[in-house]
């Protein structure tokens, strides 16, 4: 069992700068991938960017990619994703995921085993 709790979250203009921080707590953090994802009013929760358990591989969205960076720091048990260049239409509530199998390419909400509650990020224009 892992329990995710997501921090950072808040009001920025657009081009302005977040950093979101998912704290972790149970047994094995470092034998997970973790994940990012959002979801806008209306829309369905979408994948933004992912981390191997050694943090040596990400993946992202093209809709992110060259503005977040994924990082993890196992010795904290703690994933995080600096988002720069913020948009408004990057405007969501963010959420962290843990998925217990380690291939890179796996973006569906579906494949991964633990969620936290997340934290709203709005970007104002």
């Known amino acids: 069992q892992v329990q995710l709790v997501e921090s950072g979250g808040g009001l920025v203009q657009a081009g302005g700068s977040l950093r979101l921080s998912c704290g972790a707590s149970g047994r094995s953090f470092s034998s997970y991938a973790m994940g990012w994802f959002r979801q806008a009013p209306g829309k369905e929760r979408e994948f933004v960017a992912r981390i191997s358990w050694s943090g040596i591989n990400t993946y992202y969205a093209d809709s992110v990619k060259g503005r977040f960076t994924i990082s993890r720091d196992n010795a904290k048990n703690t994933v995080y994703l600096q988002m720069n260049s913020l948009k408004p239409e990057d405007t969501a509530v963010y959420y962290c995921?843990?998925?217990?199998?380690?291939?890179?390419?796996?973006?569906?909400?579906?494949?991964?085993?633990?969620w936290g509650q997340g934290t709203q990020v709005t970007v104002s224009s």
């Open positions: 995921a843990a998925d217990r199998v380690p291939a890179l390419l796996r973006i569906g909400v579906r494949e991964y085993d633990y």
